[in-house]
């Protein structure tokens, strides 16, 4: 797995956008990007994962720099929810690898 | 989308018993499932792979005579706690994948040993 980097700790206010940066410099081409979030005391949860194209879904989109070097999660409205452990991760293509996590960036929403 | 499924979420029982818990794939056959463990305030560690029909493959450290991990059905693998001891108690974590999709998780076990 690609090693990555990520702020420990981060606020937002509710209602804003949330922007999670991740350095991911030594991934290699066939990695994924993937995103996964921890709220407390629950599993990790899914959110998103891209290659080198901008993803978007329900939850959250991906912004993946060109060089891939680095990307951001971003919450576009972030509820009080949406805190919670955030982890970026690098993983090949496909389900069958397992994720390795950091220490991860912990959101708080405040109000 | 793909669901896994943990039970119990909560367990508190005596030293020395044994305690199994059940992790479900509820809409994917899963092939391969993980268990994790969490101590407060750090990060998930894997401490075995899951393979159906066949044995588990434990991660360095971890006992495999103490975690007992069965996998006997594509949808269904437990982890048995034997003879738990206060040093087990732990936040245990299972997860799995369908054909072409990530890793989902279960809600997790909060195993107190007294």
């Known amino acids: 797995d690609a090693k990555t980097t990520q702020p420990p700790s981060m606020d937002c206010a509710e209602g804003r956008a949330a922007n999670l940066p991740c350095n991911h410099s030594?991934?290699?081409?066939?990695?994924?990007v993937y995103w996964y979030r921890q709220i407390h005391s629950q599993g990790p949860q899914y959110i998103i994962h891209?290659?080198?194209n901008n993803e978007t879904n329900e939850m959250a989109s991906l912004i993946i720099t060109e060089d891939r070097k680095s990307s951001t999660l971003i919450l576009p409205h972030a509820t009080l929810r949406d805190t919670a452990v955030y982890y970026c991760i690098g993983l090949p293509g496909g389900g069958s690898y397992i994720p390795t996590f950091g220490r991860g960036t912990s959101l708080i929403v405040h109000p | 989308g793909a669901v896994v499924s943990q039970h119990p979420s909560w367990v508190i029982c005596k030293s020395g018993t044994s305690v199994k818990i059940e992790c479900r794939s509820l809409d994917f056959q899963a092939t391969t499932m993980f268990w994790y463990r969490q101590f407060p305030k750090q990060s998930l560690m894997l401490m075995a792979t899951?393979?159906?029909?066949?044995?588990?493959?434990?991660e360095q450290g971890v006992e495999k005579d103490k975690f007992l991990i069965n996998h006997a059905s594509l949808t269904l693998s437990t982890l048995t706690v034997t003879s738990a001891h206060p040093e087990d108690s732990s936040f245990y974590i299972c997860s799995a994948f369908g054909w072409d999709q990530p890793q989902h998780f279960g809600d997790g076990t909060r195993l107190s040993i007294l």
């Open positions: 030594t991934i290699s081409g066939n990695e994924y």
């Open positions: 891209g290659l080198k």
């Open positions: 899951s393979n159906e029909g066949s044995k588990a493959t434990y």
